[in-house]
């Protein structure tokens, strides 16, 4: 898409296509009927209120608000690292499309790798930690992109960089689900539904904001300010993360 249609316009159809997905996020959200973990409602006024309420209480819930920030917050570094990372490779380190293509699969790899781990550590570590350990390896892989570019830049940190990103996914999808699913029951919410819906609008949510305020950034300070205020605001979110019980 790079040759055929030159680099704004693939991202440009990218970004169309992440508002497409939480778009069609928000309809189903809407039309598709939540469910339940507590007893049936068979009324349906009473049904009706009940999801209003299972909403509401949902979005001003401290525990719930911090882990859709996470999520929100780590989708958007890999929205800003990604994009950037194919600049940087080739006007820095004048890498070939193939050869660059081969470094962001790092991510995909770690990523295969740090699920299964996250998953098993899930039902032994408290998920609040673990979510946390996303947010330290987000800020992490901002750290290893600056000093990358220091001098005559370091490729292998940013091969670093791009592990690190996979890391802070992996735990971040496999135990961000599953601790919003622990708020539900914890606090009585109310719908799984409709908690899942809202991690799931913090990733495309992320994927927005994050090119859009890290490249803002970059465009200004450069590349390297930019990944280190994504990464700062990572690490900023960890005292709130924490005091998740």
């Not at 970004?15 to 778009?23: C, F, H, K, P, S």
């Not at 570094?77 to 994009?83: D, E, L, S």
């Not at 979110?237 to 998740?244: C, E, G, Y």
């Given at each position: 898409?790079?040759?055929?249609?030159?680099?704004?316009?693939?991202?440009?159809l990218a970004?169309?296509?992440?508002?497409?997905?939480?778009?069609a996020q928000l309809?189903?959200?809407t039309?598709?009927?939540?469910?339940k973990?507590?007893k049936q409602?068979?009324?349906?006024?009473?049904?009706?209120?009940?999801e209003?309420?299972?909403?509401?209480t949902?979005?001003?819930?401290r525990?719930?608000?911090?882990?859709v920030?996470?999520?929100?917050?780590?989708n958007a570094?890999?929205?800003?690292?990604?994009?950037v990372?194919q600049?940087?490779l080739?006007k820095e380190?004048?890498?070939e499309m193939?050869?660059?293509?081969c470094?962001?699969?790092?991510?995909?790899?770690?990523y295969?790798?740090?699920?299964?781990?996250?998953?098993?550590?899930?039902d032994?570590v408290?998920?609040a930690?673990?979510l946390?350990?996303?947010?330290v390896?987000m800020s992490?892989?901002?750290v290893?992109?600056?000093?990358?570019r220091?001098?005559?830049?370091?490729l292998?940190?940013?091969?670093?960089?791009?592990?690190?990103?996979?890391?802070?996914?992996?735990?971040?999808?496999?135990?961000?689900q599953?601790l919003?699913?622990?708020l539900?029951?914890?606090?009585?919410?109310?719908?799984?539904?409709?908690a899942?819906?809202?991690?799931d609008?913090?990733?495309?949510?992320g994927?927005?904001?994050?090119?859009?305020?890290?490249?803002?950034?970059?465009?200004?300070?450069?590349a390297?300010?930019g990944?280190l205020?994504?990464g700062g605001?990572?690490?900023?979110?960890?005292?709130?993360?924490?005091?998740?019980?």
């Open positions: 898409l790079f040759h055929r249609m030159g680099r704004k316009k693939t991202f440009q970004a169309a296509a992440v508002l497409a997905n939480a778009g309809a189903l959200m039309l598709a009927p939540a469910t973990h507590a409602i068979t009324d349906t006024n009473s049904v009706q209120r009940e209003k309420k299972s909403f509401r949902l979005l001003v819930n525990d719930v608000r911090a882990v920030a996470a999520t929100v917050l780590v570094v890999v929205g800003f690292i990604k994009p990372s600049v940087i080739d380190f004048q890498i193939v050869a660059r293509s470094i962001i699969t790092i991510a995909t790899a770690t295969l790798l740090g699920t299964p781990l996250a998953g098993k550590l899930g032994r408290p998920r930690k673990l946390t350990t996303s947010l390896a992490l892989s901002t290893f992109l600056a000093l990358a220091v001098g005559r830049g370091r292998w940190l940013f091969n670093v960089c791009v592990g690190s990103i996979g890391i802070g996914l992996a735990f971040s999808g496999s135990v961000g599953a919003m699913a622990d539900v029951d914890r606090h009585e919410l109310g719908h799984y539904s409709l899942f819906a809202l991690t609008m913090a990733d495309s949510l994927l927005i904001v994050g090119p859009i305020l890290g490249l803002a950034i970059t465009q200004r300070f450069g390297s300010v990944a205020c994504l605001c990572c690490l900023l979110l960890i005292p709130a993360v924490l005091r998740i019980q």
